[in-house]
Structure formats: structure tokens, C-alpha cells
């Protein structure tokens, strides 16, 4: 019987390293999305095309894609927060992008000074302009179950901001539990309000770990259909709203869940935990991923 | 609408504290499991009545139980691995034990150095005493999925041991997944297999965290209808066949998803919190339960 394929989405190189205290060599993010590339991941969000004085972290976009010059950059996303970044991002050679908007206005008001609608209006110029170069945009949804500043979110008020997105040219969609404190039951409801209206092939499942529930979490969202999510090697990240806390669902616990459970993911996790040792011992600190630390330790 | 209620056993000074390399003070194991019952627990193992040399953790059992002796033992359990254990667990008051063994030769040999049918022996010696004294008895079975030393493990080899558990007398089966390998299609295949002989209410789910797919299994469980799990809180524990590798499935991330999904478990979860801290404190390193960081991080 044929395996049922299920799509990820490996932020670790952005999502994961610019939570990152310490910088990190171009040089090591290089050799790092390059074992990600060997694992047989074919989606990788590999930087932010921000200002430097924002995420410093992120500052050598430029100079990353150019020592990626020779790779296959279908196989790269990225993200962009303004026409300049799109700017640089073409420059760059992208292929697809990334923007950014949340739903919750307290959210977006924190992180990127706009209200909802304010970042409509920029995501409305970036895609307008994408579009126009044949660049394909994704669209972040944040705190979809809740916000660090304001509370639950009801799944209406993340359908609002999906509809938005997806009349402006979005072609999937990242739910983002961005504190991670969803459970199953409050995955299901949102899942079944989206598809009420939009099919479930556009939704990709973005669960933080903070409070465990990830694979659980895509656990219950493999049982209605998804078959896309993000997630990020290692456990790369960690919260920026609960410090020592887990951030991002790890590759290797999606790789290592779903393919037992007879999925196919493409990704080798040996491999997998090679990129990923890769960036453990430059920062020298034990990586969240529980499936790393597992097999990295029966290795030792 | 009424709650359904989950039984949750909390095996944390236990389970948890054998393993640790550093010895605990009775006192300390003491505080512990008396905010442990604060935090509204009704089912803890608090210790094992074992060998000192065998496992020096726990050579306080005696005077840990004597230090307790104004609370309802009803609430406790502890294991015994044989007669002499049981003798002792009786003078200390024990009301209720647990025996151990495994689906995997391999497995006991290494443990008990017994076979799976010795360690049998040693049980029905144990139960009917137990029994003849009111004291009811609890069966562990480990390395229900796999064995760190002989690979997969059949349902059907986890069926026959559970047969004999219970035709000795076991009241509840503790299905252990030593090595938190198995995944909800594994664990829905066991539960499916012993339940076509045993009703469900016999079965208590016992999933270590090892590679991060403890609150899963717990989902696929209460999709077929368990509704008892061990755990231990803070994740205490870790995994004595992966060094620096996850162990126990966390009470903190149980606590959390039962109640989020609508279940009643009678556990205080910021009570039960308070609890950890004075394990995480005293033993000076932080406790695996994404649960308990982040929690404890948003009160800082």
C-alpha cells in the first residue's frame, strides 16, 4: 500500500536561530541548511529578510542565499516583513516567502506595531508585488488558539484573518499555536470552523511545545486531514514568552510520529539529527528535541 | 454536564527518585509526596520495598512510611519485588502494592534475573499473601511495546502475561512502555489486542516520554476508552536506557491535557507544581515537564 505523503515545513534555520541569544556564523547556518537539504527535507524557511537592528540574528539574509547560490531555491522560504524585505529577498534569488500576521490585534501591536488591518494593507502591497515575479507567499497566522497578551482566541476571529490572507493571494496558511497551549480538542474546533469554509489542504499546523501537546496536536489534526506542518529541527527556538521554556515541535518528534504511524515524510532521520547536532554543538546547549537527545544518546 | 474522571498514579517518588544518582533525604521525599496529596493526588507510589543495596534511593522506605503514618495509606502504593519486600511493606503499614514484570525475557533477566514465567512464581507468592492480609495488588508490566535488549514486542505476548497477572490476582495492569518508544498506532494495536479478552477498566497506561510521544499515546488511549495513567511529576526520572534522555511521562503534562480536553483528573495543577519545585530545587537541575518550565517561568 501506498504511503500517504505528509508535507514539513523546517523553520528551524529562522524561526528556530533568531530566538537564539548568540550569533551565529553565516558559515554554520550554511553548512547546517545543507544537512537539512541531505536529510531529504524539501522545505526549508531558511532566514528573514529584516531589518538587522530588529533580529541581528538574521542580519546576513544576503550573504546566506549567496553561499546557497548553487542549491535548488524551491526548496527555500523565507520570510518578509515590508516591500523592502521583499526587495532583498528577490535580490536574493527567493522563490517563495513568508508574511507575518496574527489573531490578535494585542499580538501584532507588540510584535510588528500594526494593528490586524494595518498588516493586511503591507500584505497586500508585498503579495501584489510577489505575485507580479512569479513568487509564491505563505501567510503566518499567530496566536491562533491564544495570545500571550490577551487571551483565547476564538476560532471565528482566526477565520476572519484566513479569509483576509487567502483573498489576498495567500496560497497556504501556518496556524500558529504560538504559546503552545492548545490542546486537541481546541485544535479540532478551530480545524472545523476553517473547513467550514476552506479546504483543508491549504492549513499547515504550526504547534509550539511549550506545554507538550505538539505531537498531540498534530496527532489530532492528522485525523482531520492535515497533511502539512512546521516544525523545527532539534526543537530549535524556545519560547520568547516563557524563558527555559520549549518553543517549537521538533522535526525529529514529527519525522520520528509520523513516520511510525505510516506517513511519508521523506526525511531521513538520522540525517535529520545530524544537522541537527550540527548546531547543538556550536551553541553548546542540549537541544529541547526529546527524540534527538534519545538517539543521539544511544549513539554515544 | 458531569466530568468524566481520569485516574492519574503518580509514581514520582518512586519511579522518579530511583533513579536519580544523588541520595534524597527522607525528609525532603517526605515534603514532597505531603504536597504531592495537597495538590488533591489520591494515588502515589512512594516508594519500593527493596534490597538497600539493590537500589540505596530507596533504603528509607521504613522510616519514610513511619513519618507518614497520620496520613490515609489508602492513597499510597509501593512495590514489592518479593516476600521479604512484602513483609516489610505490611509492618510499614502498606495498604495497597505493586508486583513487577515484563513482556520481554530479555528484559526480566536483566532486571530480576528471573524469567518472565519465574518472576510468575515470585508473584503468586507475593498476591497470596497480599491477599490473605487485604492488600490489594497492582501488576506492572514493562517493555509492552518494545525491549531495549530484544527489539518489538508482540500484543500478544504483553495478552498472555496480562492473562496471568490477572489469573493470579492483579486488580490493575500498569501497561509499561520502558523505553517511550511506541507511537498511538502501536499503542492502539496493544490496547485493542488485550481488550478483546479484558475489559478496559483493568489497564493503566504507563508512557514514558523518551521520544516526546507520552501525551499521544495518552490520546489514542482515551480514544478507546482508558481511563487510568501513570506518571510522574515533573517528569522525573529520566531514562535509565538513554542517558540525557526523557523518562516518565510528566504528571504536569497529563494534569493539563485532561483538563483542557474536558476531563476531570482532581489534581490542583499550579499546587501540583509547587510540589516539583521542591524536587527541582533540592536535586539543583531542571525537571523535563515542558508543563512545569513553562509554567514556572510565567510566575517569575
Redesign the interface.
Known sequence: MKKEKVEIIEVGPRDGLQNEKQSIDTEIKYSFIKKLLTSGLSKIEITSFVRPDRIPQLADSKELCKKLESEDFRKFQCLVPNLKGLNSAMESGMKEISVFTAASDEFTKKNINQTIDESMQTIQEIISIANQNGIRVRGYVSTVIACPYSGSISPEKVLDVVRKLIGLGCYQISLGDTI?VG????IKRLIQTLTREFPIEIFSGHYH????????N???SLELGMRSFDSSSGGLGG?PY?????GNL?TE?LV??LE???FETGVDLDKLISASETIEKYLGK?LP???Y??M???N?
Open positions: 503552545g490542546t486537541p480538542i481546541e511545545n511549550t506545554y507538550g501537546m505538539g505531537v498531540a498534530v496527532y489530532a519560547c516563557a524563558t527555559g521554556a520549549s521538533a518528534e520520528y510520529y511510525k504511524e505510516g542540549k528535541s526529546n527524540v537527545q534519545a543521539i544518546s544511544k554515544r
